[in-house]
């Protein structure tokens, strides 16, 4: 298995900034909503930010193993378009994992469905851009 370190960074920095886009801009304020985020005072929502420095870096670490994983598996599979193989990594395995995640994780009844949709959305796109970044960079 030969991977591209390079593609893997770059990968990662992709993943996690659609991350990032996905939970700040289109999402931002139903998943703010949805974690009582929009209940704070602006002070108890700035301490709550000043603590996830942490989080952030756990987050980039398994984003980074997400990356070298998907580009792994590219690279093992030629055969295969990595579209079709992030695709099925989505719906074998994340979609399955949120879902299960967002059920029995202690999530609001009336917010389930939506958490799901959400987070699978966004796994979907974070593994097509990963995909499409490690396939330019191969």
């Known amino acids: 298995m030969q991977v591209n370190i390079i593609a ?3 990968a990662t ?3 996690f900034a659609v991350g990032a886009f996905w939970y700040m801009v289109p999402f931002g304020k139903i998943w703010g909503k949805i974690h009582d985020f929009d209940k704070l005072t602006p ?3 700035k301490d709550m930010q000043a603590k996830m420095g942490p989080w952030y ?8 193993l997400s990356a070298f994983v998907l580009a792994g598996l590219i690279s093992l599979l030629p055969q295969y378009s990595p579209y079709v193989i ?9 979609v399955p994992t949120e879902a299960s995640a967002m ?4 999530s609001k009844p009336e917010y389930v469905w939506h958490k799901i949709f959400i987070s699978i959305c ?6 097509l851009i990963a995909a499409f970044v490690i396939q330019a960079l191969q």
């Open 86 to 94: 992030a695709v099925l990594v989505w719906l074998g395995f994340v």
């Open 103 to 106: 059920i029995f994780g202690g």
């Open 43 to 45: 002070k108890q929502q």
């Open 13 to 15: 920095v992709a993943m």
């Open 122 to 127: 966004e796994s979907l796109l974070h593994l």
């Open 8 to 10: 893997v960074l770059a």
């Open 57 to 64: 870096g756990v987050q980039l670490v398994v984003t980074l």
